[in-house]
Nanobody, 120 residues
Framework: QVRLVESGGGLVQAGGSLRLSCAAS????????TGWYRQAPGKQRELVAT???????TYADSVKGRFTISRDNAKNTVYLQMNNLKPEDTAVYYC??????????????WGQGTQVTVSS
């Protein structure tokens, strides 16, 4: 089995910063593409940022220039550095990863989510 555990969420004032982490553990051979998504109350889950195993990144237009996704392949961990946070960034943030699982091949996994609240 594989688990994704997120951390780093919390309450911050507008203009502040937070750094989210998502660590994968279990019967992992390798981690492929990963990403961060978010879901605000009453809204659909939306893509925030992605990063391939080779380090190629993509971002939603709403976070470009403010958020940075990165990963540490040795630690099977992906990060989301969030700067200049705005109240509209308030949401539950989820990480996602395509994981090569021992004897099972590639499987997709979600983390449990971490709350980010930005006050005005």
């Amino acid at each position: 089995q594989v688990r994704l555990v997120e951390s780093g969420g919390g309450l911050v004032q507008a203009g502040g910063s937070l750094r989210l982490s998502c660590a994968a553990s279990g019967s992992i051979v390798s981690v492929g593409g990963t990403g961060w998504y978010r879901q605000a109350p009453g809204k659909q889950r939306e893509l925030v940022a992605t990063i391939t195993s080779g380090g190629t990144t993509t971002y939603a237009d709403s976070v470009k220039g403010r958020f940075t996704i990165s990963r540490d392949n040795a630690k099977n961990t992906v990060y989301l550095q969030m700067n200049n946070l705005k109240p509209e960034d308030t949401a539950v943030y989820y990480c996602y990863a395509d994981v090569m699982v021992y004897k099972l091949g590639y499987r997709g996994y979600w983390g449990q989510g971490t709350q980010v609240t930005v006050s005005s």
